[in-house]
Nanobody, 120 residues
Framework: QVQLVESGGGLVQAGGSLRLSCAAS????????VGWYRQAPGKQRELVAA???????NYADSVKGRFTISRDNAKNTMYLQMNSLKPEDTAVYYC??????????????WGQGTQVTVSS
């Protein structure tokens, strides 16, 4: 089994910064693609940023130039650095990882979510 544990959410004023972390643990052979998603009240979950298995970075237009996704393969951890935060960034943020386990099974896993609230 694989677990993703997020941390780093909280309340911040508009223009501020937060850094989210997502640590993966368990029967991990390799972590392939990773991504951050968010879901605001009454809205669908949307992709914020991702790193493909080939290392390409993808960002939602709404966060380009403000958010940066990264990963530390040695620590099985991914990060989302969020700068110049806006009230519309308020949402529950989820990490997602495409993992190959030691049993060579490939599955997608989700973190439990962390609340980010940006006050105006």
């Amino acid at each position: 089994q694989v677990q993703l544990v997020e941390s780093g959410g909280g309340l911040v004023q508009a223009g501020g910064s937060l850094r989210l972390s997502c640590a993966a643990s368990g029967s991990i052979f390799s972590i392939n693609a990773v991504g951050w998603y968010r879901q605001a009240p009454g809205k669908q979950r949307e992709l914020v940023a991702a790193i493909t298995s080939g290392g390409r970075l993808n960002y939602a237009d709404s966060v380009k130039g403000r958010f940066t996704i990264s990963r530390d393969n040695a620590k099985n951890t991914m990060y989302l650095q969020m700068n110049s935060l806006k009230p519309e960034d308020t949402a529950v943020y989820y990490c997602n990882a495409d993992v190959t386990t030691y049993g060579l099974v490939v599955s997608g896993y989700w973190g439990q979510g962390t609340q980010v609230t940006v006050s105006s």
